[in-house]
């Protein structure tokens, strides 16, 4: 094996355990934050707020079977969510949707960057 293999090898055996262990914070945290209001598996029932499963796949608003707020609804409609919108969400929803029943609100920008990414990996 050339030495360049045997460090790519080695630094891909080292970050490999650092990314799990990010991924398990990040899912930590959107359990704790997110998880009273929201389900994240496929097909799981909706809480006080609807199934975030494939969320960047699907219309802002358009989890089967949720009845969204119209504040919601008048804001967000055929809207996709991306990770800037997300971002901005998780930030302030009334400032983006005035009206919104969703109460939270996370001014840490590092928490959103992760809330963000563990939502985006849920398809
Ligand atoms: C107190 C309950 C509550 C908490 C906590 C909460 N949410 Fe929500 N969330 C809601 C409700 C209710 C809605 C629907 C809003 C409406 O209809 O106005 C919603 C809507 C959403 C939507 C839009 C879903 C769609 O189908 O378009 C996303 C994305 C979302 N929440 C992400 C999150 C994330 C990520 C967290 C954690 C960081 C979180 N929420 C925390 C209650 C909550």
Same mark, same amino acid.
């Given at each position: 094996?050339?030495? @360049? +293999?045997?460090?790519?090898?080695?630094?891909?055996?080292?970050?490999?355990?650092?990314?799990a262990?990010?991924?398990?914070?990040? !899912? !930590?945290?959107?359990?704790? +934050?997110?998880?009273?209001?929201? @389900?994240?598996?496929? $097909?799981e029932?909706?809480?006080?707020?609807?199934?975030?499963?494939?969320?960047?796949?699907?219309?802002?608003? @358009?989890?089967?079977?949720?009845?969204?707020?119209? $504040?919601?609804?008048?804001?967000?409609?055929? !809207?996709?969510?991306?990770?800037?919108?997300?971002?901005?969400?998780?930030?302030?929803?009334?400032?983006?949707?005035? $009206?919104?029943?969703?109460?939270?609100?996370?001014?840490?920008?590092?928490?959103?960057?992760?809330?963000?990414?563990?939502?985006?990996?849920?398809?």
């Amino acid at each position: 094996m050339k030495p @360049s +293999h045997l460090i790519a090898g080695l630094l891909l055996a080292l970050t490999l355990p650092a990314l799990a262990q990010e991924d398990a914070a990040a !899912r !930590r945290l959107a359990l704790n +934050h997110c998880g009273a209001c929201h @389900s994240f598996g496929e $097909g799981e029932a909706a809480r006080q707020g609807p199934n975030l499963h494939g969320i960047t796949q699907r219309p802002a608003g @358009s989890a089967e079977g949720f009845a969204y707020s119209e $504040g919601f609804r008048k804001a967000l409609a055929g !809207r996709k969510w991306d990770a800037a919108l997300l971002d901005l969400w998780l930030a302030d929803p009334q400032a983006v949707a005035p $009206g919104t029943v969703m109460l939270y609100r996370q001014d840490d920008a590092d928490k959103r960057a992760q809330l963000v990414r563990f939502v985006e990996s849920l398809q």
